[in-house]
């Protein structure tokens, strides 16, 4: 490919454009620049190939007959350049990367991923856990899964779910429970990194986070509900974090009533980027698995 070093590439693309769409302008949309950066492409290409390509006439440019053979030949070679690229990237299409919090991950979507493959077994999943809110333009993530409410900039939104806040403890502790006034009494799991506070929770029954005994930290919520399990304490959980845990009877809800924190679970998607396939499928799943949830939890 000696001869291919010697001529720029952008010329050739160029020259095929401009042979093929017929007018500058029409090229110039296609590839994206000027038609004047066109031109110059073209008038690059024709002096290092040392003859004219085209001829300039009033209706547009017009192939010399003596360059139709490499014209012919530059179409047949970037069709299959563009044949090849769609070969390279239609694998990636079936990549669906998901950024997620490592907490909502563990505890509640990875226990479902089964049934999305089952459903969509061409698609793979590549779960991207971190609690950084990833700009979705810049980064290769197809999707996000976000609890705040839904004030992020430039990006596509779709609400899935309020988050509400309650009481959540193991089953020997909670026989110790049965009002609000017994959570003084009790050990409380503490998430030190979460921005829920228990005045949530506890206001509308005349109480504060004050009023609770101090217990156990943790950074970590997955944590804290490993600790609740264990029966360290009273834990301050919500639906996506405990709901698995209280249907295998190693959590229950010693109390009644739900408060809401003004936070929701955002389906997030980037504006800038039409979505494929792949991500319109775990959309529906989502929601779908979402709704059976809501309906087994409340």
């Not at 004219?52 to 012919?72: C, H, K, M, N, Y």
């Not at 503490?190 to 921005?195: A, I």
């Not at 991500?279 to 939890?297: G, K």
Request: with cysteine; aromatic share 6%; net charge positive.
């Amino acid at each position: 490919m000696k001869n291919l070093n010697r001529f720029h590439l952008n010329g050739l693309r160029a020259v095929e454009a401009v042979s093929r769409l017929g007018t500058l302008q029409r090229a110039a949309e296609e590839l994206g620049v000027s038609p004047g950066a066109v031109s110059q492409h073209v008038i690059r290409a024709e002096r290092q190939l040392g003859r004219d390509i085209f001829i300039r006439t009033p209706r547009g440019l017009v192939a010399t007959p003596a360059a139709e053979p490499l014209l012919s030949r530059l179409g047949e070679a970037f069709g299959r350049v563009e044949q090849a690229l769609e070969a390279a990237t239609k694998a990636d299409r079936n990549v669906l990367t998901i950024s997620v919090a490592p907490v909502f991950a563990s505890k509640w979507l990875v226990a479902r991923l089964s049934r999305f493959r089952q459903a969509h077994p061409d698609i793979r999943v590549r779960i991207d856990a971190t609690t950084e809110l990833v700009d979705l333009d810049a980064v290769d993530v197809d999707v996000a899964i976000r609890v705040g409410r839904g004030e992020w900039k430039d990006v596509r939104l779709e609400r899935l779910l309020e988050q509400t806040v309650f009481p959540v403890c193991s089953p020997r502790l909670a026989r110790s429970i049965t009002s609000p006034a017994d959570l003084a009494n009790v050990p409380v799991v503490l998430d030190l990194n979460s921005t829920i506070s228990w005045d949530t929770w506890l206001a509308p029954h005349g109480m504060s986070a004050t009023d609770l005994r101090p217990g156990d930290g943790f950074t970590d919520a997955a944590l804290c509900l490993d600790a609740a399990i264990a029966g360290q304490g009273v834990m301050l959980g919500w639906q996506t974090l405990a709901q698995d845990a209280i249907a295998a009877g190693l959590l229950v809800a010693p109390l009644p009533g739900r408060a809401t924190t003004g936070n929701a679970y955002w389906l997030v998607t980037p504006r800038h980027r039409t979505p494929n396939v792949a991500v319109a499928a775990f959309r529906r799943w989502l929601r779908q698995e979402i709704a059976v949830a809501r309906e087994a939890f409340g």
